[in-house]
Nanobody, 120 residues
């Protein structure tokens, strides 16, 4: 299962961006869709996640500002980012935990990353 992320860019502090992550492949289903980010010199960290029943979780640093959602019919995850801060600047990666049509084989995939830069 492959992921294609898009939507990053340069924005001023206080601005908004929406990231998208589309999954493609054959005969699969997705359990969890996540967004991670990694800033230079820092470890990759979980930003937000959404389960198959649309339960969500967020890092404390983004609660109230970011919203994760998914279109399960289209296998797309979104990350709406509002009130962006310079410290949100990072490469954002989407990630999924999936299962194949046999309901036995499981796996995970990472997207290629999309750069978000927030200027002060």
């Amino acid at each position: 299962v492959q992921l294609q992320a898009s939507g990053g860019g340069l924005v001023q502090a206080g601005g908004s961006l929406t990231l998208s992550c589309a999954a493609s492949g054959s005969n699969f289903g997705i359990n969890v869709m996540d967004w991670y980010r990694q800033a230079p010199g820092k470890k990759r960290e979980l930003v937000a996640g959404i389960s198959s029943n649309e339960a969500t979780n967020y890092a404390d640093a983004v609660k109230g500002r970011f919203t994760i959602s998914r279109d399960s019919a289209k296998n797309i995850a979104y990350l709406q980012m509002n009130s962006l801060k310079p410290e949100d600047s990072a490469v954002y990666y989407c990630h999924i935990d999936y299962y194949l049509g046999d309901y036995v084989t499981i796996g995970s995939s990472w997207g290629q990353g999309t750069q978000v830069t927030v200027s002060s």
